[in-house]
């Protein structure tokens, strides 16, 4: 079974210095119907204003990975290290666990647009942490590239949950496919560009979640920037 949500069916919030848009039920944005796909609880599509950010804020008992598009955003938490700055390319996990502090501001010119991403950990209670890695565009060109899993493999970054991430670019002719495991879940999200996704044509914020299937074809892009999940249930 494959569930196409277009990019407008989302949640939406305009706090001036930030737009977002939920994929999920998040802060005033309630939809029973949209509670998260599997252990995926959040992807927030925000857009922060130059010299603006979430002041210091604190979280728990949940693996959080920011993916930057454009701009950049800077990180500081609690556990004592700056973070860094999160740019294009680039994916930070942070480990809540049994409790984290943390403050993200855009101190570039321009605006920076980010994807926040919730999974629900395997087990609670976990120390805290954080982990930082690049993946350089020719890594993803027509190809899903692994930036986050449960084991760290093939150097991407690890998460503390069920689930594993993949990041690809596609334009033109090039096309990738992914084996599905039945059993599980798989989630695709456009980040931006239209591509196509098992013939289903997505257009940016668009999302295909697929139950059941055992392929996943991905073809037909032009300037798409996508994510890709494997979700336990």
Known sequence: MITHRKSSDRGHADHGWLKSWHSFSFADYYDPAHMGVGNLRVINDDRVASGTGFGTHGHRDMEIVSYVLEGELAHRDSLGGEGGVIRPGEVQRMSAGTGVRHS??????????????????????????????????????????????????????????????????????????????????????LARGTLRANGVVLAAGDALTLDGETRLVLDGGSAAEVLVFDLAR
């Open 104 to 189: 993200e501001y855009n101190h570039a010119e321009s605006t920076t647009h980010f994807l926040q991403i919730w999974l629900l950990p395997r087990t609670t209670g976990i120390t805290p942490g954080y982990e930082h890695k690049r993946f350089d565009d020719a890594d993803k060109r027509g190809r899903l590239r692994l930036v986050a899993s449960e084991d760290g493999r093939e150097g991407s970054v690890t998460v503390h949950a069920d689930a594993a991430i993949r990041a690809g670019l596609f334009d033109g002719d090039e096309r990738a496919e992914l084996e599905l495991d039945p059993q599980r879940l798989a989630y695709v999200h």
